[in-house]
């Protein structure tokens, strides 16, 4: 998921796809057999960011047609062999140079915040890069666009002609919606949560604790319990005392950092003691 600050999950085998909150998502599994959800990228961003591309295209090709060949003393049959090395490299080159150098993305993609993956969740490579733009020939440019918008209504996660051939998908790396930026002290759990012993919790798993937090909203209720759990038991092995029964992990987690923070913002005052952590 995406993605921001990052928690880096290597994906391994595809499970699912299933539609949610208005988007299409699908499950992946990562080495520990987590159950992860991406954001597949919809026809509609995805079609924007190709008509982007397309106009920037077509815009170095016009320029090339009535600008530069002109003042160029060629033949016909010369200017036509030019003119066709220019075009492939346009149409075809660009899209492929730009998701292998750009780990898949073209500006067109940037600008809609997309990326071409792997269905494993893994990076683009040369030959899928290459191979989407070819299919993009036949499906885009000499359709407009129609071929691939048919296959794509059809395909259960979305695909045009060059991800199904391919094994890739589009992503979207943006969520909708505000983040919560500042982790808030869970009501009723500030006596409590006075009482933790946080010298052992270090910064990296106080991170991941924090972004998990700051993800909650697009983990489906039984990801976000499974994770949670899991984060909670490592963060409970290492600050003491340990939680009431009744705290799920979001409150737990929550109450913990929260305190933490509040005891960082204390040491940094004049005048500041031990005692004041009480």
């Known amino acids: 998921m995406h993605r921001h600050e990052d928690v880096q999950i290597h994906v391994s085998t595809v499970t699912c796809c299933r539609r949610r909150r208005g988007c299409t998502v699908s499950e992946l599994v990562n080495g520990e057999a987590v159950v992860l959800d991406i954001r597949v990228a919809k026809l509609a961003s995805r079609g924007v960011a190709k008509c982007i591309d397309m106009v920037l295209q077509l815009f170095v ?15 016909g049959a010369a ?46 490579q040369f030959r899928q890069a290459l191979f989407r733009a070819l299919t993009g020939v036949i499906e885009i440019w000499a359709t407009a666009g129609f071929l691939s918008i048919i296959v794509s209504f059809v395909n259960h996660r979305g695909k045009r002609l060059g991800d199904v051939f391919t094994g890739t998908m589009v992503i979207g790396e943006r969520t909708p919606g505000r983040r919560r930026l500042m982790v808030e002290m869970p009501q009723g759990a500030e006596a409590w949560a006075a009482t933790l012993e946080l010298a052992l919790l270090d910064d990296d798993l106080a991170l991941t604790a924090r972004q998990y937090l700051t993800r909650y909203e697009d983990f489906t209720p039984a990801i976000a319990d499974q994770l949670g759990r899991r984060i909670a038991a490592q963060v409970s092995s290492r600050v003491t005392p340990p939680p009431p029964p009744e705290y799920p992990p979001y409150v737990y987690l929550s109450a ?21 952590l009480r």
């Open 61 to 75: 090709l016009y320029a090339v047609t009535f600008w530069l060949m002109p003042t160029l003393d060629l033949d």
């Open 256 to 276: 913990v950092l929260a305190e933490r923070r509040r005891r960082e913002a204390l040491r940094m005052q004049p005048g500041w003691s031990p005692t004041a």
């Open 79 to 124: 200017a036509a062999a030019i003119y066709l090395v220019l075009y492939v490299t346009i149409i075809v080159g660009y899209p492929t140079v730009a998701e292998t150098l750009w780990r898949g993305k073209t500006f067109g993609k940037w600008v809609m915040g997309l990326r071409v993956v792997r269905d494993d969740g893994g990076p683009e």
